[in-house]
């Protein structure tokens, strides 16, 4: 039997979520943890909620494919995938647009995002309802198996959401398959709910990610956002060459500072830390200081992420 959502369950939903809480719903794929794609501070709460030590970039919901195609730059490759496959389980990375309203950390800081349509009307509805995209990876906790019931989510992450939206068991069971159409060729990220052979039947064939060298984890896959200027990390102390990438109290001396979180908050600090990267690798370079320097972030909770990351951007992404 198929019980259909209310529209009011759907508009509880929404307002939730545009009050930049968590809320798990259904997809074709699993259950994904949503969240407001476009409020870092939500998107951060996400990572808090899985437990995730790293920030892996996260797939955007649309409504609609129109509404993927206005926050990236889509190829006719990607228009021709978007109208035979979607909605349904494939996402599609491409280069963002310029004026892109999706949180640096949804996408972990990098140039592309992950675009996808979600097949189920109410999941649709829900983001439509919402009016922005949703963030959302699959809704456990980091190293644990994807949900594909809404008993699944409560299991797992209960007490740590705002609420599930019960859309009933999924039915494909699987993630999307990921296809990068950001570089020269297509190339295959993750197999999932669409065969790749249904792909190349379209397309024409498809690259898998290990053609290109070892096989590689999400992480590795990624050239993620490194600054220009050399960082060091866990630094207690200021050089008078050196801008400051500050956590808590910043130290007297500091001629150019970017605060992640004054209050030494990690979930703000968190939300902040791409922008953060980027404005002070900049600023840096205008004001012709020759390094940047970040002072220690606990490791615990969602700073374990954030360490992961820096240290990263401190080995020039090639970490
Ligand atoms: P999940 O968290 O299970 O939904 O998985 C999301 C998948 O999409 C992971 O394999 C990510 O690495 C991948 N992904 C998301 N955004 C991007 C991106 N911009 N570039 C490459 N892969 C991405
Ligand atoms: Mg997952």
């Not at 030590?53 to 993927?68: D, K, R, W």
């Not at 035979?84 to 309203?101: E, K, M, Q």
């Not at 709910?193 to 898998?208: D, K, S």
């Amino acid at each position: 039997m198929t019980l259909r959502l209310s529209a009011q369950q759907i508009a509880e939903a929404a307002r939730l979520l545009q009050a930049g809480q968590l809320v798990a719903f259904g997809t074709e794929t699993v259950y994904g943890l949503g969240a407001d794609a476009t409020n870092s501070r939500a998107v951060a709460a996400i990572y808090q909620a899985k437990g995730r030590p790293s920030f892996n970039p996260l797939i955007c919901h649309y409504a609609t494919a129109e509404a993927a195609f206005a926050d990236v730059r889509a190829s006719g490759m990607a228009r021709a995938l978007a109208t035979h496959f979607w909605p349904g389980p494939l996402t599609l990375v491409l280069p963002r647009a310029v004026d892109c309203p999706v949180s640096e950390l949804a996408a972990a800081g990098l140039a592309t995002l992950a675009v996808r349509v979600p097949a189920p009307a109410a999941a649709r509805s829900l983001i439509a309802a919402v009016g922005r995209p949703l963030a959302a990876p699959s809704a456990n906790p980091s190293g644990k198996i994807s949900p594909t019931t809404a008993q699944h989510v409560i299991d797992g992450l209960g007490g740590k959401i705002a609420a599930v939206l019960d859309t009933g068991p999924c039915l494909v069971g699987l993630e999307s398959t990921v296809l990068d159409l950001s570089g020269a060729a297509p190339c295959l990220l993750r197999p999932g709910g669409v065969p790749v052979e249904a792909i190349e039947a379209l397309i024409g064939p498809v690259g898998r990610a290990h053609d290109h060298g070892a096989p590689k984890s999400p992480g590795q896959l990624l050239s993620h956002y490194a600054p220009n200027l050399p960082l060091r990390l866990d630094a207690v102390a200021i050089a008078p060459h050196e801008a400051l990438l500050a956590f808590g109290p910043a130290p007297t001396g500091a001629r150019l500072v970017f605060n992640l979180s004054e209050a030494g908050d990690l979930a703000e600090a968190a939300s902040r830390l791409f922008e953060g990267l980027r404005w002070l690798d900049r600023e840096a370079a205008r004001g012709g200081f020759t390094g940047l320097a970040a002072m220690p972030i606990p490791g615990h909770g969602l700073g374990a992420a954030i360490r992961d990351r820096l240290a990263r951007a401190a080995h020039d992404g090639k970490f």
